[in-house]
């Protein structure tokens, strides 16, 4: 008896993950989740180097500025609750000092570009269509930082506009970058500050906005993260406690599925390598000085060797 409709998900081989791979994540705070798995399993990844970013119109405008090496000056931050802050990146890059933030945010523009010219698969992860405008400059931002709502317009992105957002993203990447795999998916997590209705008329225009670009044969690809979480996962035990994000088992479940779509299967034979040895690392003997705790550090020791051979860029 099966108990669970399943999502049908078609294997990818033709741009298979592995140990050589080069993975650029940006988006929701899913892409956060994933990302901490590709850490976890010591793949070479970057991870919203400008923080979460909610939405399409936010991701375009930060490949817009790696691609077009933007120097972010005084004119880019604002001052708000004692912090200095900038519209185009997370809270999370947020400073008491705005040489700090403008330092950092040009840092990370140029480490960026060589991440997006050099990534092999690019996973996008969009959370929401609703956006905020700030009133005075007439633009989106990608966070509003607390500043009093009054100051902002709230926007709904009609799915043509997800879609010519997404659209030019793929096109920017493509001007610097022609073979990375570009995967979007949807991210599960509910915004419900939003409202309930609200939130589902979001997601359902990044979805729709999403299926009028892709193209497996331009490697554009969509994995269906939300969908496994609203069907395949379809009950409240899956949740933390705020019942709006996915829980541990959740997240472990969906990252499954993704192994299982995208990795190749030398990838997941290393993957078990470096999950024993993690363990081993996080490991809390009763007896330190023991001759047998002695011993398995040894092997340890000699598992990490193994490793690190295999791949240098590997470090424990």
Do not use: M
């Given at each position: 008896m099966n108990l669970q409709t399943k999502i049908p998900i078609q294997k990818e081989t033709r741009n298979e993950i592995d140990y050589s791979a080069n993975v650029l994540l940006l988006g929701s705070c899913f892409s956060e989740n994933i990302g901490n798995k590709f850490s976890y399993y010591k793949f070479q990844v970057t991870?919203?180097?400008?923080?979460?970013?909610?939405?399409?119109?936010?991701?375009?405008?930060?490949?817009?500025?790696?691609i077009n090496k933007k120097e972010y000056s005084i004119e880019d931050v604002v001052y708000q609750n004692e912090r200095w802050h900038c519209f185009d990146s997370h809270s999370s890059l947020s400073t008491l000092d705005k040489n700090e933030l403008l330092k950092n945010l040009n840092s990370i523009i140029l480490s960026s570009e060589?991440?997006?010219?050099?990534?092999?698969?690019?996973?996008?992860?969009l959370g929401t269509s609703w956006v905020y405008r700030f009133i005075e400059t007439d633009t989106i931002v990608a966070n509003c930082h607390k500043i009093p709502q009054k100051k902002f317009l709230k926007e709904l992105l009609t799915v043509s506009e997800v879609s010519e957002n997404l659209d030019a993203i793929i096109t920017l990447i493509?001007?610097?970058?022609?073979?990375?795999?570009?995967?979007?998916?949807?991210?599960?997590?509910?915004?419900?500050?939003?409202?309930f209705t609200e939130n589902q008329l979001s997601k359902s225009h990044l979805i729709a906005g999403i299926h009028q670009i892709i193209n497996p044969r331009n490697s554009t690809h969509y994995f269906p993260s939300f969908e496994i979480m609203m069907d395949e996962l379809r009950d409240y035990r899956f949740y933390k406690e705020d019942m709006i994000h996915p829980n541990k088992t959740a997240i472990d479940y969906i990252w499954e599925k993704f192994l299982d779509t995208w990795f190749s299967e030398a990838s997941k034979i290393t993957m078990q390598e470096i999950e024993a040895i993690q363990k081993g690392i996080s490991h809390k003997p009763f007896n330190e000085n023991s001759d047998q705790h002695q011993q398995f550090l040894k092997n340890l020791e000699t598992k990490k060797e193994k490793i690190t051979q295999s791949f240098p860029f590997i470090e424990f």
């Open positions: 991870k919203n180097p400008f923080g979460i970013l909610f939405h399409p119109k936010a991701i375009e405008t930060f490949i817009t500025n790696v060589k991440n997006l010219t050099t990534a092999s698969h690019i996973v996008i992860t493509r001007t610097v970058n022609k073979k990375a795999a570009i995967i979007f998916t949807v991210s599960p997590v509910r915004h419900l500050k939003d409202g």
